[in-house]
């Protein structure tokens, strides 16, 4: 390891993560680093026996071996340079809240991904805008959260898993094909059924939190290795982005948004650099809203046409959270053109090794 890049204490991490909140952060952004396949169903050994299952149920996870597996990501993360502090969080990959709304879970084999298709009982959910909840996947998470709790005593901070959003479930309900012409041949249905998502959404979070103790006072988002003050998580709402008119977000999607950031104190919103525009602008309106991030899709925009939204967001009076996975050429392109000199930004770097994070911090470190 290399004596001159610091391997900062967790203190010190955090006081840094601070400062970017505050936006008193200097000589450039607080840096993090991921380590860790991003398609964690490839480096979790546990979850092998789940490729290739097509409709999964909840007892195919193997809990106990996944511990183990969360036991070797901290050995591997703890060490790394930079202010992202690793968080064990119920295995992304599976999207356990279409799950517990009765959708089929497909893992797929050759691209370690999953999906989530409709199945009878979302379909009739969806017709009768009264939710199914499977009490057997919900069990199962709570269950996987309060072991990770037990086994880290302490050691390692829980993260709540990857939720995603109510226009996000609202898809899988209706199948991503049909959900516009839904909203518009049913809306008053659709808006019943959107209601019913947000409800759950909030008292499945409320039930996480009782199991998830608060680390140094805060809470981490899956996936992004970020400490926030108080009981926070993440929130998307990629479908939105995706498939939604900005008319369309604002109808049926934003007020949703709005009551759920409303129910923490600092809320975390991911956006695609590919499609954050759709919803930009109303964001920025959300007072409480702390923290946007933009993830830097390989297929986006140039980060040099990223720039002046950044500065937007910046000047909202938010904090700017960049994950990327860019060549090192184009991260240090970022480096220097960054609103503000990078006051008020966090940038997670992917890398693949701890001493690929060690030299890619000693470029970064070099630049100022």
């Known amino acids: 390891m290399n004596d001159l890049v610091k391997i900062l204490e967790i203190p010190e991490r955090i006081e840094n993560i601070k400062r970017f909140l505050n936006k008193k952060n200097e000589n450039g952004p607080i840096i993090g680093f991921y380590f860790g396949d991003y398609f964690v169903l490839k480096t979790y050994k546990h979850a092998q026996n789940l490729l290739g299952i097509e409709d999964l149920k909840s007892d195919d996870i193997d809990i106990e071996g996944l ?13 790394l340079p930079g202010s992202s502090i690793w968080a064990a969080e119920p295995i992304w990959s599976i999207p356990w ?6 959708a089929r879970i497909e893992i797929c084999n050759g691209s370690y991904t999953s999906s989530a298709k409709m199945s009878d009982v979302t379909l009739e959910s969806g017709k009768k805008g009264r939710l199914f909840i499977n009490k057997m996947w919900e069990s199962t998470l709570l269950k996987y959260i309060e072991r990770l709790v037990s086994t880290s005593d302490g050691r390692f901070p829980v993260a709540i898993p990857l939720l995603r959003g109510p226009s996000d479930l609202l898809s899988t309900l209706y199948g991503y094909e049909e959900v516009i012409y839904k909203m518009i041949d049913e809306p008053d249905l659709v808006k019943k059924v959107l209601l019913e998502i947000a409800d759950y959404y909030l ?3 409320g039930k996480i939190f009782k199991i998830l ?7 981490f988002i899956y996936c992004r290795n970020l400490w926030l003050p108080g009981r926070s998580f993440s929130l998307q709402e ?3 982005g995706s498939i939604m008119s900005p008319k369309i977000y604002k109808e049926f999607i934003f007020r949703l948004d709005c009551k759920i950031i ?4 600092n809320v975390f919103y991911h956006l695609h650099s590919g499609t954050y525009k759709i919803l930009l602008e109303m964001l920025l309106n959300i007072d409480k809203l702390k923290v ?12 040099r046409n990223l720039l002046p939204d950044f500065k937007k967001i910046l000047d909202s009076g938010k904090s700017l959270y960049i994950w990327s996975e860019m060549p090192m050429e184009q991260v240090v392109l970022l480096l220097k053109n960054l609103p503000y000199g990078g006051r008020g930004v966090f940038l997670e770097i992917k890398v693949s090794s701890k001493e690929d994070a060690i030299k890619k911090m000693e470029i970064i470190e070099s630049l100022s």
């Not at 511990?67 to 060490?79: R, S």
């Not at 809240?97 to 009765?102: C, Q, V």
């Not at 103790?213 to 809470?219: A, H, T, V």
């Not at 409303?262 to 104190?265: A, L």
Request: glycine share 6%; net charge negative; charged share 30%.
């Open 67 to 79: 511990l183990l597996d969360h036991e070797d990501f901290f050995e591997a993360n703890k060490d």
């Open 238 to 240: 990629d479908a939105a």
């Open 203 to 205: 008292e499945l979070v």
């Open 97 to 102: 809240i279409e799950a517990i709304l009765g």
């Open 292 to 303: 946007i991030e933009i993830w830097l899709d390989l297929t986006g925009p140039d980060v």
């Open 213 to 219: 103790p608060l680390y140094y006072d805060g809470s």
């Open 262 to 265: 409303d129910c923490f104190p």
